[in-house]
């Protein structure tokens, strides 16, 4: 699984940092920065937790 993040459309609300910090950053601007290519399989429940409580549906999930 892949996650794919649209930096136009994200508004730098963090939420997916605070759902799983070790798939997520954020830029010196605030913007996602996605940190794993490959989700490994024990993290996905987070990673799709992210990509629901993203504000601007930033996250896609790519299969
Ligand atoms: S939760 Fe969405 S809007 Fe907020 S920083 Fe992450 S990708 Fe951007």
Redesign the pocket.
């Known amino acids: 699984m892949k996650v794919h993040?649209d930096r136009d459309v994200?508004?730098?609300?963090?939420?997916?940092?605070m759902c799983a910090d070790n798939l997520?950053d954020?830029d010196d601007d605030?913007?996602?920065v996605v940190l794993v290519d490959d989700i490994p399989a024990d993290e996905e429940d987070k990673a799709r937790e992210?990509v629901r409580?993203?504000?601007?549906q930033?996250?896609t999930i790519v299969d």
Do not use: M, R, T
């Open positions: 993040a994200c508004i730098q609300s963090g939420n997916c940092v997520f954020q605030g913007i996602v992210a409580f993203c504000p601007s930033a996250l």
